[in-house]
């Protein structure tokens, strides 16, 4: 059968036909060029520089640091969140543009940490954003960061991106 319509439609045996959506080819491109928001609180974003320096080269990914939020797709919250830093964050993430991700890094960015028990500490970032991936560890292992950003890669994949939201 292909091969009948390779020679209907005048292609020699070297061509290849790729079908895909339009959906798809987007969000392929869409994955492959993730730009996270510097967002270092604390001791875990040193395990963020980590990440993006030669060993780890999440480059390769295609994820770059921005320094502005508005050209940024994703929100990497590294370290503890306090109740006067809450605010801040909350106006860096409303002025990322969407479709905007966000990953909580460490165990003072998803449940406050050694440090829940302070006055000052909110008790995990998703009560001032939403929240994508969670990220264990204190602090997590540039391998695992790059595994979240898979998860990430593999969410944006998945979206309906033509798709209008009611």
């Known amino acids: 059968m292909l091969?009948?319509?390779?020679?209907v439609n005048g292609l020699n045996e070297d061509s290849r036909m790729i079908l895909t959506t339009l959906d798809e080819a987007v969000n392929l491109?869409?994955?492959?060029?993730?730009w996270y928001l510097l967002m270092g609180l604390a001791c875990c974003s040193i395990e963020l520089m980590q990440t993006g320096g030669p060993r780890a080269d999440i480059d390769r990914f295609g994820s770059l640091f921005r320094a502005t939020p508005r050209q940024s797709d994703l929100m990497?919250?590294?370290?503890?969140?306090?109740l006067k830093m809450a605010p801040r964050l909350r106006r860096l993430y409303d002025q990322m543009a969407e479709p905007k991700y966000v990953i909580a890094m460490?165990?003072?960015?998803?449940?406050?940490?050694l440090f829940n028990?302070?006055?000052?500490?909110?008790?995990?970032?998703d009560k001032i954003i939403p929240?994508?991936?969670?990220?264990?560890?204190c602090p997590p292992r540039p391998e695992a960061l790059t595994e979240a950003l898979i998860k990430i890669q593999e969410k944006i994949k998945k979206e309906k991106y033509f798709l209008k939201k009611d």
């Open 3 to 7: 091969e009948r319509f390779n020679i």
């Open 29 to 34: 491109a869409r994955a492959n060029s993730v």
């Open 76 to 82: 990497i919250v590294a370290g503890t969140v306090t």
């Open 106 to 113: 460490g165990s003072c960015a998803n449940c406050g940490g």
């Open 117 to 125: 028990l302070s006055y000052c500490v909110v008790k995990g970032v």
């Open 131 to 137: 929240v994508d991936v969670y990220l264990p560890g």
